[in-house]
Structures are given as structure tokens and as C-alpha cells.
């Protein structure tokens, strides 16, 4: 019985030959010839990605006249933050210069949105780039001088991402259908810059191929929940695969 062989690769996005840091190609070279496995052994991620960003930090609103748009600047916020910005930014751009106050209950996790003058939030008919889901308000709200979310804040992170190789087969899926990839890891934050990461056994490996393979380049794409690549603004990550032929 021939027994198997292995090396060792660090796949580094400094190393890419085109693409972002979410997306990208990088050459292996020397190619790896007749793989029969591939298993996924680490991999360190910079925690930078934003939980509010271009694609949900529009707060619709009106006090009285016709709507109201505010724009949050993109960042990563936690719950004091976010309403201390929301506090600034609505007070700041109201018309009738009303002062506005938000805070989160650390009880119910949900947030309760004051001003000095009667106001409506206008989520349930604006969805475009919309904070509501993030903030707790799906509705259109009669003007009142209180608004409190019908459900919690959810600033957290995605607590998985998916490892998406086009050289390697699809190995992973979800119940979400656009959801597949080669690897899906689970978060842990180590309360610092780094994200580590718990990697299940059961999705970590690639069984033996009906044929072996040879692999030349690798295309790679980063992705979390509803197949969205991850925005981790630039940052540069690695992994370490270990390839048996």
C-alpha cells in the first residue's frame, strides 16, 4: 500500500496576482500535482470588517413635513456608539431643530429613539440601504415624541464565513441556497485585532477526489451569509492548507 505524501502551503493575499483582499488569485508555484486531499489547517483573519456600512446606514425619518434622510458614517459601532452618533446626526440635520436623544436598554437590547418635538420613523416604506433591521424598527411609526424598536439592536459580526475555492469542490451548503463554498469556519474574537477560529473537523477536509488533481492557481473568495463577499476593507489575511497526494 503506497503510502500518502504531503506539503504544507501558506496562502498569503499578499500574494495575489489580481483581486482584493475578499476576492482574489494567487499562483502556486511550483504547481501541486496529483492531489487527493486537501484539508484546511488555520486560518487569521484582522478583525476589521464594519457593521454598518453603505449597504445599511440610512435612518428614514420625518418630523412632520416630507422625509427625512441620514446618513451614519460607515464604521464598527457598538451599542453606545450607535446611538450616541444617531443622538449627534439627527439633532444636527433637523429641520425644526429638535434635539434627539437614543439609547439601548442593556434589559431588552432595544433601542428607544427621543426628541424634543413629535417625530415618525419611516422604515417599513424605505428599505434602500436601510439601518432599521440593524436598529430594531421595521415599521412606518405615528409622530410621537418616543420610538422604541420592535425588536433587539444586531451589530454583531457574521459568526461563520465561508472559504470559497473555484479549484476545489463545493464541500459546504446551508439552508440558505446561495450559501456554498470549500470551508466554513466559526468565529471566536480573542478580544483583540485577530479573529481565530474553531474549524469542525467534519467540514475542514476535502475527501479524496475521484481523480487527483493538479493545481496550478487557486481563486478565492471570502464570503458570509446570502453569498455576500466579506468587506474587510483591505486588510491582508492567510491560511495554511496541507495538500496529500
Given at each position: 500500500?503506497?503510502?500518502?505524501?504531503?506539503?504544507?502551503?501558506?496562502?498569503?493575499?499578499?500574494?495575489?496576482?489580481?483581486?482584493?483582499?475578499?476576492?482574489?488569485?494567487?499562483?502556486?508555484?511550483?504547481?501541486?500535482?496529483?492531489?487527493?486531499?486537501?484539508?484546511?489547517?488555520?486560518?487569521?483573519?484582522?478583525?476589521?470588517?464594519?457593521?454598518?456600512?453603505?449597504?445599511?446606514?440610512?435612518?428614514?425619518?420625518?418630523?412632520?413635513?416630507?422625509?427625512?434622510?441620514?446618513?451614519l458614517s460607515p464604521g464598527?459601532?457598538?451599542?453606545?456608539?450607535?446611538?450616541?452618533?444617531?443622538?449627534?446626526?439627527?439633532?444636527?440635520?433637523?429641520?425644526?431643530?429638535?434635539?434627539?436623544?437614543?439609547?439601548?436598554?442593556?434589559?431588552?437590547?432595544k433601542m428607544t429613539i427621543?426628541?424634543?418635538?413629535?417625530?415618525?420613523?419611516?422604515?417599513?416604506?424605505n428599505s434602500t440601504q436601510?439601518?432599521?433591521?440593524?436598529?430594531?424598527?421595521?415599521?412606518?411609526?405615528?409622530?410621537?415624541?418616543?420610538?422604541?424598536?420592535?425588536?433587539?439592536?444586531?451589530?454583531?459580526?457574521?459568526?461563520?464565513?465561508?472559504?470559497?475555492?473555484?479549484?476545489?469542490?463545493?464541500?459546504?451548503?446551508?439552508?440558505?441556497?446561495?450559501?456554498?463554498?470549500?470551508?466554513?469556519?466559526?468565529?471566536?474574537?480573542?478580544?483583540?485585532?485577530?479573529?481565530?477560529?474553531?474549524?469542525?473537523?467534519?467540514?475542514?477536509?476535502?475527501?479524496?477526489?475521484?481523480?487527483?488533481?493538479?493545481?496550478?492557481?487557486?481563486?478565492?473568495?471570502?464570503?458570509?451569509?446570502?453569498?455576500?463577499?466579506?468587506?474587510?476593507?483591505?486588510?491582508?489575511?492567510?491560511?495554511?492548507?496541507?495538500?496529500?497526494?
Open positions: 500500500m503506497a503510502q500518502s505524501t504531503f506539503k504544507y502551503i501558506i496562502i498569503d493575499t499578499r500574494d495575489r496576482i489580481k483581486g482584493n483582499t475578499n476576492e482574489f488569485t494567487v499562483n502556486l508555484n511550483p504547481a501541486f500535482y496529483g492531489v487527493k486531499k486537501v484539508e484546511l489547517l488555520s486560518l487569521s483573519l484582522p478583525q476589521t470588517m464594519y457593521n454598518i456600512t453603505t449597504a445599511n446606514n440610512i435612518i428614514y425619518f420625518s418630523e412632520g413635513g416630507g422625509p427625512l434622510i441620514a446618513s464598527n459601532y457598538n451599542a453606545s456608539s450607535l446611538a450616541n452618533a444617531i443622538s449627534i446626526l439627527l439633532s444636527t440635520i433637523s429641520p425644526n431643530a429638535f434635539i434627539y436623544n437614543v439609547s439601548v436598554s442593556n434589559i431588552t437590547y427621543s426628541a424634543s418635538g413629535n417625530f415618525s420613523l419611516l422604515f417599513g416604506s436601510s439601518i432599521g433591521d440593524f436598529i430594531g424598527y421595521t415599521i412606518d411609526t405615528i409622530p410621537a415624541l418616543t420610538h422604541t424598536g420592535d425588536s433587539i439592536i444586531q451589530l454583531y459580526q457574521s459568526v461563520y464565513y465561508i472559504i470559497d475555492i473555484a479549484e476545489l469542490p463545493v464541500a459546504v451548503k446551508s439552508s440558505n441556497i446561495k450559501d456554498y463554498g470549500t470551508f466554513v469556519i466559526n468565529t471566536r474574537t480573542n478580544g483583540g485585532d485577530i479573529e481565530v477560529f474553531e474549524i469542525a473537523n467534519r467540514y475542514h477536509i476535502i475527501e479524496n477526489y475521484d481523480n487527483a488533481q493538479n493545481i496550478f492557481n487557486l481563486n478565492i473568495k471570502l464570503k458570509t451569509y446570502d453569498n455576500k463577499l466579506v468587506d474587510i476593507n483591505n486588510a491582508e489575511w492567510f491560511m495554511m492548507l496541507k495538500f496529500i497526494y
